[in-house]
């Protein structure tokens, strides 16, 4: 993509320093995650989930619009110096799920990381243990309950840094479910890398 291109992107630069959460005024922890469970240190979201973004991410999720990839691999930031020893380890698809869509978008976004960062990515280490509904479909505690116990981690990464990866952070749920299963596995700590984080509409809901 070109400057002009790239500067439709809307960064998240003002936000939670713990959840990522897009806020009008920095915080260190917004009024989202003051109950945010230790399984996860904190997330890394560089942009927010608005247009044009959320077109690319949708055609590539469930459009199956491959040809989108360069692009979202163009918006992937410098490596923090939080992950700089850090394991990545995608978001997986249960086999169902990966056998229906024919690829894992987080897993996409996990090798394009691990290129431009030079980090080890392992996609052995966790697994999803049920097929749930999409999670864009529920709203609220429905996320929450939809996922939980639905991943399980091996321990070839005890004592290891983590850094969870998918490509959109909407409620958390997903994202602190698999980190959990991460901690029981023995993960010194897990940060969690979204591309985009979407941040609340009116009434509530994630937009």
């Known amino acids: 993509m070109c400057r002009d ?12 320093s713990l959840c990522a959460m897009p806020l009008s005024v920095a915080s260190s922890r917004c009024g989202a995650c003051q109950d945010w469970p230790d399984d996860c240190t904190a997330v890394v979201a560089p942009w927010r989930y608005v247009f044009p973004l959320d077109r690319l991410i949708a055609a590539l999720k469930y459009q199956r619009d491959l040809t989108v990839m360069p692009a979202l691999t163009q918006l992937l930031p410098a490596l923090p110096a939080a992950l700089a020893d850090a394991v990545l380890i995608a978001v997986p698809l249960h086999r169902q799920r990966m056998r229906e869509r024919g690829f894992n978008q987080a897993r996409l976004l ?11 990515v392992c996609h052995t280490a966790l697994q999803r243990t049920r097929v749930t ?5 529920l709203h609220g505690s429905a996320r929450r309950a939809n996922v939980h116990n639905a991943f399980v981690a091996n321990g070839c990464i005890d004592g290891a840094s983590v850094c969870l990866v998918d490509d959109v952070l909407t409620s958390g749920a997903t994202a602190l479910a698999a980190a959990a299963a ?8 897990v940060f969690v890398f979204a591309l985009a984080r979407a941040g609340y509409a009116a009434g509530g809901r994630y937009k």
């Open 133 to 137: 509904p999409p999670q864009v479909t």
């Open 110 to 120: 996990a090798s394009a990381l691990s290129r431009r960062w030079r980090l080890q």
């Open 5 to 16: 291109c790239v500067a439709d992107f809307v960064p998240n630069t003002v936000c939670c």
């Open 182 to 189: 991460l901690r029981q596995a023995g993960a010194r700590e």
